[in-house]
């Protein structure tokens, strides 16, 4: 052993004693060093006996979670076994019943047969007598002795806990009978008394054992349409008994039920009486017919049960199997009275699979997993026949999963960043949905129209989103412009699908829009008209070459590319500033707006360039009748030239390319701001 080992074997003893000081352990350690080194040797080797530590904890982690695993595994291995196991003893348990009632009834004598009847008759008065004493305690349930042949078969204290939350309701007593179920709490100041709370026939109900998950321990629950208890016994033995007592009674009864129509059978006579009637004989037939139809399968005689443990344990595909093989056995089958209380019995599994499965898409339930989540549900209440009530509760969760992506998005301080991200997940989702709806309701074309209109509420819900963040905030017109554009490159995506929205995210958008054209158009009029106010008709000096290159630079890009004859020697410029600059505001101003531009804005944007280019002219064509000195006169008339001859006419060049189409209001308006500037000395408005 090494003396580093060594050193680390002791320093974890020392770690490991209860009474163990660390401040005793530094101070000792401080005053045993030599120096700094001896320090810095021992903050070593205690790091490196943590990392060790560190990297078995990591190790032991690792393998204890991979031996979890293998446990969980086998463990649910194992408990598929038990429950086949357990179905297969009961199955062999009633086929041993079944023998040994049959061995009875051939067997038996009639001496045995009174002698065994006289002590049923004892037992069963016997049991009535238990029944009547306890029912006795109980307030409200004297009509429970009405029936005939009911006898008490178990009882005892339980306690009821809710469904949802798991919370404790009441203290319960239970009595058992061979047909049905009594439900009883106890009276506060009256001790052993008790008063009736519910009747469950054994019919109608089911028994789900619930797993363990401690402190909820030895509970199990009653399935009763359209609700369910879980009610929590004294121990596990407790519960046990509750279980066994609970499915023997239910299968005795269906037992009992079944020798009684057999019983029934036999009584009645084998040879009738000969009718002469048509009508009887009718009746007769009809009633073969009847007879005709076999419900004493065991299958089908299991079917209600079955379906309560399918339904219990989520198992919606095996439970909608089952129906398919009820409704092909009965296909052509007569409409019998057995056949009728079968169906009865059925229909009400049947609704409460319906509720569980809308329970299964109602958006309470989590929303993770996107729309492929809902598939399972939703399938199976198309082949119930649901298919309208699928359709409506995919589109509610798809649409509460939208709205809830959306608000999770955090609103980024760049507007054009939110824009690109709710577009992003906005048209995602939208298209997820419509690919999934198409596989879901594939043979289902009525319920497309739904979709369409689910689809145009959900772009409302973006659009409110989108506008909120873009127009409410008074944004720039060229962002403006790019984060419609973003949004309509994402819009078309939807085009792989055949579904196209764009006309219908252009009627939502019209309205904000046109608010934007409209205020910034707004800001350039007083802008133009702050400058005219100060406007003192002198050409401009740009002081420097590169100045007059980059003024160049932007005439040509804002689509002026004959400025060059309006420049002088030197750095000057044969323009006022104020033409100078309302020229790159309208061309910036016409160029954003043609990105927002679809035809519902033609009249709004037209309307708008004709204010703008108004104000420009009024002042220029004012300042040529005003102005009395023939230099600035000649100025004036040198910027009228370029205004009308050139930037009107890049104007209306530049809206015909973007629309598409000539603006005649522009046209007229160039030609009727020519005859102003001809005639400059007239009085007339503009």
């Not at 074997?9 to 350690?29: D, G, I, M, S």
């Not at 030599?34 to 190790?59: F, M, N, P, V």
């Not at 049960?305 to 398919?324: P, S, T």
């Not at 100078?580 to 043609?594: G, N, P, S």
């Amino acid at each position: 052993m090494t003396e580093t080992s060594a050193w680390a074997l002791r320093l974890r003893r020392q770690l490991e004693y209860n009474n163990f000081n660390a401040e005793q352990y530094v101070k000792v350690l401080s005053q045993q060093s030599d120096g700094d080194r001896d320090l810095q040797e021992h903050q070593q080797r205690i790091q490196s006996l943590a990392d060790e530590t560190a990297q078995s904890l990591k190790r032991n982690v690792y393998q204890n979670y991979r031996q979890f695993i293998e446990t969980a595994r086998e463990i649910s291995y194992l408990e598929g076994e038990m429950y086949q196991l357990s179905h297969i003893l009961t199955e062999q348990k009633g086929i041993m019943e079944s023998v040994a009632q049959t061995l009875l009834h051939t067997d038996r004598t009639e001496a045995a047969r009174e002698l065994q009847a006289a002590f049923h008759k004892e037992a069963e008065e016997g049991k009535v007598r238990n029944l009547t004493t306890l029912l006795e305690k109980v307030e409200g349930c004297k009509n429970l002795l009405e029936t005939p042949g009911r006898y008490l078969v178990y009882n005892g204290d339980l306690t009821e806990f809710d469904v949802d939350s798991m919370t404790l309701i009441q203290k319960v007593h239970a009595f058992l009978m061979n047909d049905c179920l009594l439900i009883a709490t106890a009276l506060p100041n009256r001790r052993g008394m008790y008063k009736y709370n519910a009747l469950h026939n054994l019919d109608d109900l089911a028994v789900v054992n619930v797993k363990e998950n401690p402190p909820m321990k030895d509970m199990f629950k009653i399935l009763m349409f359209p609700e369910s208890r879980i009610f929590q016994a004294e121990n596990a033995k407790i519960k046990k008994e509750w279980l066994e007592v609970l499915e023997e009674t239910k299968k005795n009864k269906v037992v009992n039920d079944k020798r009684k129509k057999e019983e029934a059978v036999m009584v009645t006579p084998a040879v009738a009486e000969v009718s002469t009637n048509p009508f009887l004989n009718e009746e007769k037939q009809d009633e073969e017919e009847e007879e005709e139809v076999d419900l004493s399968l065991e299958w089908i005689q299991e079917l209600p049960e079955d379906l309560d443990v399918c339904i219990a344990q989520r198992n919606f595909e095996g439970a909608v199997d089952l129906l398919d093989t009820l409704n092909s056995y009965l296909q052509d089958k007569p409409l019998t009275h057995a056949v009728q209380e079968l169906r009865a019995k059925i229909d009400m599994r049947v609704r409460q699979l319906t509720d569980v499965l809308v329970f299964e898409l109602s958006p309470d339930r989590s929303l993770r997993g996107g729309p492929k989540a809902t598939r399972r549900a939703v399938s199976q209440l198309i082949r119930l026949g649901q298919s309208t009530k699928a359709c409506e509760l995919f589109l509610k969760n798809r649409a509460v999963a939208v709205q809830t992506a959306i608000r999770q998005l955090r609103i980024e301080g760049a507007t054009i960043l939110y824009i690109h991200k709710l577009c992003n997940v906005f048209f995602t989702s939208l298209l997820e949905t419509a690919k999934e709806f198409e596989m879901d309701f594939a043979g289902n074309s009525g319920c497309y129209s739904a979709f369409i209109v689910w689809s145009r509420s959900s772009l409302k819900m973006f659009v409110d989103a989108f506008s909120k963040q873009v127009f409410d905030s008074k944004e720039s017109l060229a962002t403006a412009a790019e984060c419609v554009k973003v949004a309509k490159e994402h819009c078309k995506q939807l085009g792989e699908i055949g579904l196209d929205l764009t006309f219908i995210l252009h009627t939502f958008l019209v309205k904000d829009i046109k608010a934007a054209l409209q205020y910034n158009k707004d800001i350039i009029i007083e802008a133009t008209k702050h400058r005219n106010s100060e406007e003192m008709w002198r050409k401009m000096n740009l002081m420097t070459p590169e100045a007059l290159g980059k003024l160049k630079e932007e005439m040509r890009n804002c689509g002026v590319g004959s400025f060059d004859q309006y420049t002088g020697e030197d750095c000057w410029v044969n323009l006022s500033y104020t033409v100078v600059a309302f020229t790159k505001q309208i061309m910036a101003f016409l160029e954003e707006a043609l990105k927002l531009y679809f035809p519902e804005l033609h009249m709004v944007l037209l309307e708008s360039l004709m204010e703008i280019i108004l104000v420009a002219v009024q002042h220029v064509d004012y300042s040529l009748r005003c102005e009395q000195e023939s230099e600035k006169k000649n100025f004036i008339r040198q910027n009228a030239s370029f205004l009308y001859d050139t930037v009107l006419l890049v104007v209306e060049k530049r809206f015909e390319e973007g629309v598409g189409k000539p603006a005649k209001q522009l046209q007229e308006l160039r030609n009727a701001s020519r005859l102003v500037r001809i005639n400059p000395g007239t009085t007339s408005v503009v």
